[in-house]
């Protein structure tokens, strides 16, 4: 066998195919018998660059977290959809990286909590600001962790909250003024802007105004430079 078979069997792997598949596949391609067990000799090296990867000593200082999770298919018995819990750093300079991930069957706290400990035991001590998709109680998890931490709500789920709520008819509309908030050039502009937003639609839709006014995150990236 050759490098580029060994690419070929891991890519294979990495789709989610057992080795009695890849095996198949294999013979089909090369006329070469391939036994589960080179097979899965070969496909070890992802799983040491999992572990590689999950022990990994992180960088102290990141200036954003994004923290959401995605549903993906997973093959265990059979195959799932289960829940990737996915931590994303941007660093001082700019640059993406990617920090660690969790797998539960659903999005859940204690994932959460479970991810960002593991985070701080890897060297990441002083996270700028967090960025989350507002699951109930993840806010009180990261300060638990990270106390002096900033937090923002992530307004594209806001959005997708309130485009939920709203007529299909007034959607654009609601829409459209509550992007108005996030493009002023200061807080303060921003909070006024907000309170007109409640004023104009408050009366039609007081749930959406009601989960506006009890969040205390919807505006925390104004108090960062521009660049940020």
């Given at each position: ?123 990441l001590t002083k996270p700028l600001l967090f960025v989350t998709d507002g699951l109930k109680g993840i806010e009180e998890t990261i300060?638990?962790?990270?106390p002096k931490a900033d937090i923002q709500r992530c307004l594209v789920h806001v959005m997708r909250n309130i485009a939920w709520k ?17 493009k002023q050039s200061n807080k303060i502009d921003a909070m006024n802007c907000l309170n007109d937003f409640i004023l104009k639609w ?27």
């Open positions: 066998r050759d490098t580029k078979t060994e690419e070929i069997i891991v890519n294979l792997f990495q789709t989610g195919l057992t080795t009695e598949e890849i095996s198949i596949i294999v013979e089909s391609l090369y006329d070469k018998k391939y036994s589960k067990s080179t097979i899965s000799n070969i496909t070890d090296q992802v799983i040491a660059n999992v572990e590689a990867f999950k022990q990994k000593q992180l960088e102290s200082e990141f200036a954003v977290i994004y923290l959401d999770a995605t549903y993906i298919p997973l093959r265990r018995d059979t195959v799932s959809k289960e829940a990737v819990h996915i931590a994303l750093g941007i660093k001082m300079d700019g640059s993406k990286e990617l920090l660690g991930y969790a797998i539960y069957p659903n999005e859940a706290i204690s994932a959460w909590e479970t991810l960002l400990l593991d985070l701080k035991s890897r060297g300060l638990s962790i990270y709203v007529r299909v008819s007034d959607r654009s509309f609601v829409l459209n003024d509550f992007k108005l908030i996030r408050g009366k039609t839709y007081p749930k959406v105004i009601e989960s506006l006014k009890g969040n205390e995150y919807l505006l925390t990236f104004f108090d960062y430079p521009e660049a940020i």
